[in-house]
């Protein structure tokens, strides 16, 4: 790294030396403000301080424009002037790197070069200073990311690894989920996966991904160019602007965005990359702000409502990839859309909504696809599961920082219950329950004809809980010893569907929880106890337990015992079923049953040798939606088209050039 | 005894291969060049010899697939409702008159066709129909029915014609393992085990597990006498019976109430729909709507006097249950609503035990 700042310092986290948690707000007028300004936050000083030979500068941008000026993006002259200023500051080499996103599955020309070149770059500055543009999904490296990281597993671009000062270089504009977009989203574009929605915002909480991101590759210097706004509700997808004449520089990326959030005249923490990664990267108290912070005038401010909605539409895999091309504003000679169903459906929105000044014939659209999506994800949790995209996710937490006491702990903790749970009543078949201090304390024991040396060759013990019903994603750290072994500890994160399953349509979301776990193996026992001590979404306080595999004879006996509460979805709330005791009794084994019944039927199919996971997996092709319906509507027609034929009257005689009509004779 | 055998991929077929294999007949599967094949090693036939033939190709493939044999069995058509009638009549009818000339051609002594029990039609008050009872009239039935009532006819003039012993089996529906697509027998149980209604239909049905079904065709290639026709069937139930012990055994309970012909036509009808929009094949069609409340109920008396004696109802529905659970015909989300019961579970792991 040259001697260049180390990852938490770009983020004022915990590190050594002083922080350098100061951001400068600059008004621009003047261009030589600029330079001023990054010169205030620290720019050159950055440079100065890494090894002469080692001063090659990797500048990030989004390349998110759809038309030749589109103020979603930087224009290309003004990123070269960026770089003169690098090299002023005494970069020895600069690239311009970014990287293809979603679009590219569904618009022409969105691969980065080309992108560049209808974007006016021209790999040398009016200060002729040469500088290359790369793809950072052309060469990749695999291991950066650690177990545990939300990204372990994916690939990580080599250049950007390589620079040896990497710049976020973003440009400021609004944005309808987070109320605005600066440096935490233009992060996204270091990421090679060029399916961006769907990998890093959808699969994985891009918080999370970010997070990651500054953990493991973290940017050394930031800049907003605030020079103009894209605005309007729809952010990067209009391209309407307002004149700004601000940049943001910081060598906190985070910080930077704060500031951004407050120049628009936000709360910055709306914004849920704001919020997640500044959980994961505490800023310091102490700030330093240089500037002024006062809000611009005539920026949009987007109803909750309307917030809400763009938060369903865009987390929906089925209602945001089918919308978004027939949402985005878009030069169709430089940005043609490669799907006829998505040209046709733009071209009838835009007669829409062209004239629509107010814009309320968008803004009811865009509130119908959020509600589509909501009603789509609920059917999805009911119906459908294997649509749903399967989550990735991080541990959550330092599994190093809890104490070894606390897994001994753990062990005994539950083992304590057995006695208290044997003694409840049989609910149902196999399942007792009660309740101490408002938790669930339950057992659920059933004998299987499987025979047990079968049954834990197919079912991992260590696993067991992902091979739980309506498991939709999750992460196993190990901590220590074997998870093979007799004796071993873990950490797990799983996301569950909510339980029961027709809380979605409450809005309940799904249970995610973070647990230390202790396996043990013993001749004719397989155990995994498992205890929660943390969850990201609040949707439990309590869910621990203990699962027994037990030799039996010829066959398996499977024993769960834990104590469970889970946070009801607020409908749920308005009643306190515990008034009536029979409901309550009735709700309770109907939920318990059902996700037992389930779960070992899951144990079961494991033992045939079939794939348990619901949800569409990283690995799994999938149909764009609007393409699966192009192959629907192929063959309807395929099928109507002899009907259509017969209905169809026949073609009328033509009279020849001499004026006479060719009649076929009756039969 | 030398044997070749058409359809050796389909249901009956490679039951068929896997009986005649285990009598320790000469056996060649006779299969489409774009058969799968690698599936014969479920059935332990990986090692029987294969001939290459369409019944519907070059004449001269098929004669020279059964050079040598002594007995075809033909049991390759196509098993659908709701389908192409035209492809269907095609296959069975064209299909079995190549047969016959390939066979007769190639010095063959003996074919065995195989039919259908509804060649005999279906009775509406519940009686128990024999093999005496004469090929049913065509009139409103489906294109299967009548495709295989045409076979039959077609077959027992031209066998006459060409000098051929002709033994006609007529399998009830079949149920069982199978290496090729589900076809409608099986699939009557995976739609009771998906639906979520869990609802049954007057009427009945008689059921029989394949692989006897492909022990008799041996049997029958042997012993059977010339140009009869042989009942091949199991037990007559209800649907109703059928369904409760699907329940049962699939762990997912009822049937909770009984529908009648004509929700059970706009389920059909919805399903097609489905199924034309989502791309995948639809389990049920109008056709089989329209064959609810008939009693396809049936006495196998003939084939019994020969020695045969089928596995009970429930045995099969064991049997192709383990066979089906493990199967990607059974979406996975209808599996993880299964609690297989335990005779299911004991059945499997003693034939893997053995």
């Not at chain 1, 311009?96 to 022409?108: E, M, N, Q, R, T």
Request: overall charge negative.
């Amino acid at each position: 790294m040259g001697g260049l700042a180390e990852a938490d310092d770009t983020v004022g986290g915990p590190h050594e030396g002083p922080p350098d948690v100061s951001v400068v707000i600059a008004d621009v007028a003047e261009p030589r403000n600029i330079a001023a300004a990054l010169d205030q936050a620290g720019l050159s000083g950055l440079i100065a301080a890494a090894d002469v030979d080692r001063r090659s500068v990797v500048v990030l941008v989004d390349m998110a424009g759809f038309s030749a000026g589109d103020p979603a993006q930087l224009e290309a002259a003004a990123v070269e002037q960026f770089v003169d200023l690098l090299f002023e500051a005494g970069a020895a080499s600069v690239v311009v790197a970014s990287s293809a996103d979603s679009s590219s599955l569904w618009a022409g020309n969105r691969d980065v070069y080309a992108r560049a070149e209808l974007a006016g770059y021209r790999y040398v500055t009016d200060g002729d200073n040469p500088y290359d543009i790369i793809d950072l999904g052309d060469e990749t490296r695999a291991g950066v990311f650690p177990e545990g990281s939300v990204l372990f597993g994916t690939p990580a671009s080599q250049a950007w690894l390589d620079g040896d000062l990497r710049i976020v270089l973003a440009a400021l504009r609004c944005d309808p989920a987070d109320g605005f977009s600066g440096g935490l989203r233009t992060l996204l574009s270091a990421l090679p996966l060029a399916d961006k929605t769907l990998e890093y915002c959808q699969r994985r909480d891009a918080g999370e991904v970010i997070s990651a991101v500054l953990s493991a590759m973290p940017p050394h210097f930031t800049i907003l160019d605030g020079r103009r706004i894209a605005r309007g509700l729809d952010g990067d997808q209009s391209h309407s602007e307002m004149d700004a004449g601000v940049v943001i520089a910081s060598r906190s990326i985070l910080l930077a965005d704060i500031a951004a959030g407050l120049k628009l005249g936000l709360d910055p923490y709306t914004s849920n990359l704001v919020r997640r990664v500044s959980q994961a990267h505490p800023l310091p108290a102490a700030q330093r702000f240089f500037g002024d912070l006062s809000a611009l005038e005539g920026v949009p401010v987007a109803a909750p409502i309307q917030v809400r909605a763009a938060r369903a539409r865009q987390a929906s895999r089925t209602i945001g990839d089918l919308i978004e091309p027939w949402r985005q504003e878009h030069d169709p000679v430089l940005f043609p859309l490669k799907r006829p169903l998505d040209a046709r459906a733009h071209a009838a929105i835009t007669g829409l909504v062209g004239d629509d000044v107010a814009g309320g014939w968008k803004l009811a659209l865009d509130l119908m696809a959020g509600a589509a999506a909501d009603v789509v994800r609920s059917w999805q949790f009911l119906f459908d599961k294997n649509t749903l995209v399967r989550r990735a996710v991080s541990l959550g937490f330092d599994p190093g920082a809890v104490p070894a006491s606390a897994y001994d702990d753990m062990v005994e903790e539950l083992d304590s219950l057995v006695p208290i749970v044997s003694s409840a009543p049989e609910r149902a078949d196999g399942l007792r329950w009660r309740k101490i201090n408002g938790e669930i304390v339950f057992s659920y024991i059933r004998d299987l004809a499987i025979p047990f040396d079968r049954f834990v060759a197919a079912v991992d013990v260590s696993r067991a809980i992902q091979f739980m019903s309506d498991y939709i994603g999750g992460v196993i750290v190990p901590v220590e010893g074997d998870p093979a072994g007799p004796l071993a500890r873990q950490a797990e994160r799983n996301l569950y569907l909510p339980q029961p399953n027709y809380l979605v349509l409450y809005g309940g979301q799904p249970i995610d929880v973070s647990k230390i776990e202790v396996v043990r193996r013993l001749e004719g026992s397989h155990q995994l106890y498992w205890k929660t001590i943390l969850s990201a979404n609040d949707s439990a306080t309590a869910d621990d337990g203990v699962i027994t595999f037990q030799r039996t004879g010829a066959g398996t006996r499977v024993s769960i015992v834990g104590k469970q509460a889970f946070t009801l979805p607020p409908f749920w709330k308005l009643f306190d079923i515990s008034l009536v005791p029979d409901l309550e009794i009735n709700l309770t084994n109907h939920a318990y049953t059902t996700f037992f019944g389930r779960t070992l039927a899951n144990f079961e199919a494991l033992v045939e040798g079939r794939d348990v996971a619901i949800g569409v997996g990283p690995d799994t092709p999938v149909l764009a939606p609007a393409t699966s319906i192009e192959h629907a509507v192929r063959r309807v027609v395929d099928v109507a088209e002899p009907w259509l034929t017969a209905l169809r009257p026949p073609p009328r005689a033509q009279a020849d050039e001499r004026g006479f009509v060719h009649v076929a004779p009756e039969e | 005894m030398r044997i070749a055998v058409t359809g050796a991929t389909g249901l009956i077929g490679a039951h068929v291969v896997r009986a005649a294999v285990a009598a320790g007949d000469d056996t060649t599967a006779v299969v489409r060049s774009y058969s799968r094949r690698d599936s014969f090693d479920s059935f332990d036939i990986a090692k029987t010899p294969i001939a290459v033939a369409d019944v519907l190709g070059p004449m001269a493939l098929l004669t020279n697939a059964f050079s040598g044999a002594e007995v075809v069995i033909h049991t390759a058509a196509t098993f659908a409702f709701g389908g192409d009638a035209e492809a269907l009549h095609r296959v069975a009818v064209q299909g079995t008159e190549n047969v016959l000339r390939a066979a007769a051609a190639a010095g063959v002594r003996r074919v065995v066709v195989t039919s259908s029990a509804v060649v005999f039609g279906y009775s509406s008050a519940g009686e128990v129909i024999d093999d005496d009872r004469g090929l049913a009239d065509t009139a409103g039935q489906p294109a299967y029915v009548i495709a295989k009532i045409e076979q039959d006819r077609l077959a027992l003039d031209l066998a006459d014609r060409l000098g051929l012993e002709l033994v006609l089996p007529c399998p009830t529906m079949s149920i069982g393992q199978t290496v090729s697509e589900l076809g409608p027998s099986n699939a009557l149980i995976v739609t009771y085990l998906t639906d979520p209604t869990r609802s049954t239909y007057p009427g009945g049905c008689n059921l029989v597990a394949a692989a006897d079904v492909g022990e008799a065709h041996v049997m029958l290639a042997k012993a059977g006498a010339a140009g009869a026709h042989y009942l091949l069937g199991s037990e007559n139930l209800l649907w109703s019976q059928i369904h409760a012990l699907i329940g049962v055994l699939g762990g997912v309970g009822g049937p909770h109430w009984e529908i009648g012909a004509n929700v059970a036509k706009l389920a059909a009808r919805s399903q097609t729909i489905i199924g034309l929009l989502s791309g995948r094949a639809s389990l049920s069609s109008v056709e089989q709507a329209n064959m609810m409340g008939r009693y396809y109920w049936y006495d196998h008396g003939r084939a019994a006097a020969l020695g045969y004696r089928p596995r009970s109802v429930v045995t099969a529905l064991i049997e192709a249950i383990s066979w089906l659970a493990a199967s990607p015909h059974i979406p996975r989300e209808a599996r993880t609503n299964m609690h297989l019961a335990e005779a299911v579970h004991r059945f499997r792991y003693d034939e893997l035990t053995q």
